[in-house]
Nanobody
Framework: QVQLVESGGGLVQPGGSLRLSCAAS????????VNWYRQAPGKERELVAS???????NYADSVKGRFTISRDNAKNLFYLQMNSLKPEDTAVYYC????????WGQGTQVTVSS
């Protein structure tokens, strides 16, 4: 099994920055892909960014150029660096790890408001 705990969310002004962390534990050697998803009230969950075992990354068009996904294998940490934040980025952000199965953290709230 894999356990995931997100942290780093909070309130930030438009144009500001925030870094989310996802701490992984358990059978982390099984992880092939880590995704960051987000879900705003009344909206569908959307995939924001992904990073593979080999380090390749992909981003949603809405965040490309502003967000960066990365990892620290020694610390079993995955990050989402968010820059130039907009009010429409407000959502609960979830870390998702893919093995044979899919594992989810409990989410961290990001609110972008002046």
């Amino acid at each position: 099994q894999v356990q995931l705990v997100e942290s780093g969310g909070g309130l930030v002004q438009p144009g500001g920055s925030l870094r989310l962390s996802c701490a992984a534990s358990g059978n982390i050697y099984l992880i092939n892909v880590v995704n960051w998803y987000r879900q705003a009230p009344g909206k569908e969950r959307e995939l924001v960014a992904s990073i593979t075992r080999g380090g390749s990354t992909n981003y949603a068009d809405s965040v490309k150029g502003r967000f960066t996904i990365s990892r620290d294998n020694a610390k079993n940490l995955f990050y989402l660096q968010m820059n130039s934040l907009k009010p429409e980025d407000t959502a609960v952000y979830y870390c998702n790890a893919i093995t044979l199965l899919s594992y989810w953290g409990q989410g961290t709230q990001v609110t972008v408001s002046s």
